[in-house]
């Protein structure tokens, strides 16, 4: 039998006659499924958002033998939460969960079949408890019989974007609001990225280098809009666990290598005698009051900003090579044992291997201009559902630490390396991108304004500050020879008057108009509507 049909190559498949199902939500799910007998479960796996319900449902009802679901482990997105709404109230005529609206069931998936489900299958809701071993164990049933017949479905249809040629590493976007930012996210993603099949995931598209600034967000009382599937409740909730010191039973979180950082070696099979004055350096730092349960890295920013507020060594390291850049089976079975023993990390993120590293790896505070500047590095990142949580958890960071030090804050900038939306995501960023088509993200150019008018038979551009107080230079062009518009243009260009794509179309715009009006005898004034010419 070719089950599952979904995600196989990330699920963990255990007995296919088994009618047991193991849903462990965040939690890594080998942490759970390892101290449970194959033979007593079906199928386990992760839940990470509410749309993965889909792939349950589609999943079981391709082998409905499967009639009890433990759902186990740590809800942080509620999207545990929304599973057993969808099993308690089913659905409206939407296909939006009763008492959930923000989750979607697919409509390729009939009604009648997901009332069989809700009615045949059972969830055993054990959420926060990982340790289930005697819960699987009484639930499976030698007996169990289908309680249907095996069905699919047609997939759920989305509007493939054409493939786009781009820069192909680095795409920059600045917004006042994360909302703002992400909408136009998602369009550089669905337009430009390159899709690619991954091993674990299905199909996802890809950038390479998303630079994001964002300007005027404040996380106390952030612009939600209505495009997001979360509230400023549900971001109070995923605050607490940013910044949760304790990363718990997780294989790590950003609170504990923020605040409580691990500091070691795991010498084993490396060389010692040519690591002397490093291990002497950790030595003497492993003393310090702050480093007894970990290394507090803001503690050691704020000290640093009071020494020399301009320091450009305050950053804050997430990214953990002992413990990161291991990979399973890249060293003798003799020489992983040794390093085992050894290493600071527990037995859990040692199980959990390379899959489970944090997808952000660098902080960095700056004070400029006398603001706070906060840039966040990400090896990888989903840009649909968890930029923009992560964005408003760093905004706050940032708004706490320069209220701390008595600062404003400044921008927050984030480089997702590599920024993806995964396929599963693609019909809702459509969606999304649909809606906003024609939504134009105007923003003043902060690098400049131009003034352009006409002298004798020269057209003449200022180059201005932004707001038009001060001529920083200038440039002129014959308006009568052929294209000037477009000769004086190249001029601009080529000594980055410009920061934003629309304030070069509009003086492309204007220089095209005091050509034309140059060349007929017409009066320009700048910013004249061209019906308007020659009345």
């Given amino acids: 039998m070719n089950w599952p049909i979904y995600y196989k190559d990330v699920l963990s498949i255990g007995n296919p006659k088994s009618n047991v199902g193991i849903c462990t939500l965040w939690t890594p799910k080998n942490q759970i499924l390892d101290e449970l007998k194959t033979a007593n479960y079906a199928l386990g796996g992760q839940l990470y958002s509410k749309r993965g319900i889909n792939f349950i449902v589609r999943n079981i009802l391709a082998n409905p033998v499967i009639n009890k679901i433990v759902l186990c482990g740590t809800d942080r997105s509620e999207s545990g939460e929304a599973f057993m709404k969808f099993m308690k109230n089913g659905i409206d005529d939407d296909y939006r969960v009763v008492g959930d609206k923000k989750c979607e069931i697919q409509k390729e998936i009939d009604k009648s079949v997901i009332e069989d489900f809700r009615k045949n299958v059972e969830v055993i809701d054990v959420r926060g408890k990982t340790d289930i071993s005697q819960i699987a164990d009484r639930l499976i049933s030698k007996s169990a019989k289908p309680w249907a017949k095996p069905r699919k479905f047609n997939e759920s249809v989305f509007s493939a974007a054409e493939k786009f040629p781009s820069e192909k590493s680095t795409f920059n976007i600045r917004a006042d ?9 998602l369009r550089k993603i669905m337009k430009f990225g390159s899709r690619k099949g991954m091993i674990k995931i299905g199909e996802i598209k890809e950038l390479v280098n998303v630079v994001t600034v964002v300007e005027k967000e404040g996380p106390y009382d952030p612009e939600l809009s209505d495009v997001f599937d979360f509230s400023k409740k549900d971001l109070e909730i995923y ?5 949760n010191p304790s990363k718990g039973s997780e294989s790590y979180n950003y609170g504990e290598r923020i605040y409580s950082y691990p500091v070691g070696l795991p010498i ?3 060389n010692a005698e040519k690591n002397q004055k490093l291990l002497r350096k950790l030595s003497a730092v492993s003393n310090q009051r702050s480093v007894k349960s970990g290394l507090d890295q803001l503690e050691e920013v704020y000290d640093k900003f009071k020494r020399y ?11 953990n090579p002992w413990v990161d850049n291991v990979k399973e089976g890249w060293m003798s079975d003799k020489k992983q044992t040794a390093y085992s023993k050894q290493q600071t990390v527990n037995n859990q993120e040692q199980k959990a291997g390379s899959g489970n590293v944090p997808c952000m790896a660098l902080l960095q505070f700056t004070y400029r201009s006398k603001k706070l500047h906060l840039t966040a590095y990400f090896r990888s990142n989903d840009m649909f559902d968890a930029w923009p949580r992560n964005a408003f958890a760093l905004r706050k960071l940032q708004f706490d630490f320069a209220e701390r030090i008595g600062k404003k804050p400044g921008y ?3 480089i997702s390396n590599c920024a993806q939306i995964y396929e599963s995501n693609y019909a809702k960023a459509s969606k999304i991108i649909s809606r906003y088509k024609n939504r134009v993200f105007c923003r003043p150019d902060p690098m400049s304004t ?5 002298q004798g038979k020269e057209i003449v551009a200022r180059h201005m500050t932004p707001d038009g107080n001060k001529q920083l230079d200038e440039y002129r062009i014959d308006g009568t020879l052929s294209k000037a518009a477009l000769r004086l243009m190249d001029k601009l260009m080529s000594n980055d008057v410009f920061s934003t794509d629309g304030h070069v ?6 220089l095209t108009k005091a050509e034309w009006c140059l060349k007929n005898g017409k009066i320009y004034i700048q910013d004249t509507d061209w019906k308007e010419i020659g009345k």
């Fill in 412 to 414: 927050l900038t984030t």
């Fill in 505 to 510: 179309a509009d003086i492309a715009s204007e």
């Fill in 177 to 185: 609001y994360i909302w703002e930012a992400w909408v136009q996210i």
């Fill in 268 to 270: 084993g099979e490396f």
């Fill in 450 to 454: 131009v003034i352009i008018e006409i």
């Fill in 309 to 319: 507020h301009e320091d450009r060594g305050m950053v804050v390291a997430i990214w």
């Fill in 239 to 243: 605050y607490k666990d940013f910044f």
